[in-house]
């Protein structure tokens, strides 16, 4: 596999992460917008990345895309967790963390990693 290939293969299946939303309402892609119509838009940027065709850019790119999402993640997951105390005692039930949401945390972690120590190179050409 040439080695800016999975970066592309990684924004090329966004129309699948995108159908599965659709059609399943499982959204992997970017569980932290939940239901909001941002997460089309994110779909839309997603796809715009592919159609990068410098490669340092193009992994620049997945590397600040992917960050954003894993902080976004990171947020969705701590902030139900900070304020669970506070839902218990006013009698709410506490969010929790979606299958979904664990898959797109795992997905965009990897990607920001893979990007970061394997890709590095490309940043610096």
């Given at each position: 596999?040439?080695?800016?290939?999975?970066?592309?293969?990684?924004?090329?299946?966004?129309?699948?992460?995108?159908?599965?939303?659709?059609?399943?309402?499982?959204?992997v892609?970017?569980?932290?917008?939940?239901?909001?119509?941002?997460?089309?838009?994110?779909?839309?940027?997603?796809?715009?990345?592919?159609?990068?065709?410098?490669?340092?850019?193009?992994?620049?790119?997945?590397?600040?895309?992917?960050?954003?999402?894993?902080?976004l993640?990171?947020?969705?997951?701590?902030?139900?967790?900070?304020?669970?105390?506070?839902?218990?005692?006013?009698?709410?039930?506490?969010?929790?963390?979606?299958?979904?949401?664990?898959?797109?945390?795992?997905?965009?972690?990897?990607?920001?990693?893979?990007?970061?120590?394997?890709?590095?190179?490309?940043?610096?050409?």
């Amino acid at each position: 596999m040439h080695r800016h290939s999975a970066i592309r293969i990684y924004y090329a299946l966004t129309p699948l992460f995108a159908a599965l939303d659709l059609a399943l309402d499982f959204n992997v892609r970017i569980a932290a917008l939940g239901e909001s119509a941002w997460r089309w838009a994110w779909y839309g940027a997603c796809l715009a990345c592919l159609a990068i065709r410098v490669p340092r850019w193009r992994a620049l790119a997945a590397l600040m895309e992917s960050s954003l999402n894993f902080l976004l993640l990171t947020l969705s997951v701590m902030l139900p967790v900070i304020t669970a105390p506070e839902a218990v005692y006013l009698g709410r039930t506490p969010q929790v963390l979606t299958p979904g949401a664990l898959i797109n945390f795992m997905l965009s972690g990897g990607v920001a990693i893979f990007v970061i120590h394997r890709r590095l190179s490309i940043l610096r050409d």
